[in-house]
């Protein structure tokens, strides 16, 4: 319910943060979850990109 923003469990299958960004104007209306998946509250109807840093080891030279 935290991440949702309803009042009851399953009451909502999309993110308060997905509608807030919907929100905003134009200019800023692109979100970026930093991590391996989207949280539910970034899920939703709007776009919403995602990055995680690899956990792969440095190259070698």
Do not use: C, H
């Amino acid at each position: 319910m935290l991440e949702s923003g309803g009042t009851s469990p399953d009451e909502r299958k999309d993110g308060w943060l997905n509608r807030l960004v919907g929100m905003l104007p134009k200019s800023r209306g692109e979100a970026i979850a930093f991590a391996p998946t989207i949280p539910l509250a970034l899920r939703g109807q709007l776009e919403v990109t995602s990055y995680a840093p690899s956990v792969l080891p440095a190259g070698r030279d």
